[in-house]
């Protein structure tokens, strides 16, 4: 079981920065991908980043490459998303997920987090 809870959502200008978190908790997850899946009102669940718990595996949608860094510290169990030169498409609810390293569906859920850019 993994259980995930969010933070670091809020408003910020365009060209702005924010660093979302998200506390992975659970009895093993050391196999778990962890993921970053944005939506906006209207639109379908987009992929954003991911992030293997061990090794050095990091997958992004283009959109984001180049602006939005995602990295782990596994001491602290937190994952985070950093995101820079944000423009007002990025506007969405950001979800924590997890998923087993072989599977392609995320089973794990945060329960959101808001991410407003203005301008």
């Known amino acids: 079981q993994v259980q995930l809870v969010e933070s670091g959502g809020g408003l910020v200008q365009a060209g702005g920065s924010l660093r979302l978190s998200c506390a992975v908790s659970?009895?093993?997850?050391?196999?778990?991908?962890i993921g970053w899946v944005r939506q906006a009102p209207g639109k379908e669940r987009e992929f954003v980043a991911a992030i293997s718990w061990s090794g050095d595996s990091t997958d992004y949608t283009d959109s984001v490459k180049g602006r939005f860094t995602i990295s782990r510290d596994n001491a602290k169990n937190t994952v985070y998303l950093q995101m820079n030169s944000l423009k007002p498409e990025d506007t969405a609810v950001y979800y924590c997920?997890?998923?087993?390293?072989?599977?392609?569906?995320?089973?794990?859920w945060g329960q959101g987090t808001q991410v407003t850019v203005s301008s």
């Open positions: 659970g009895r093993t997850f050391s196999s778990y991908v």
């Open positions: 997920a997890a998923r087993f390293e072989f599977r392609n569906k995320y089973d794990y």
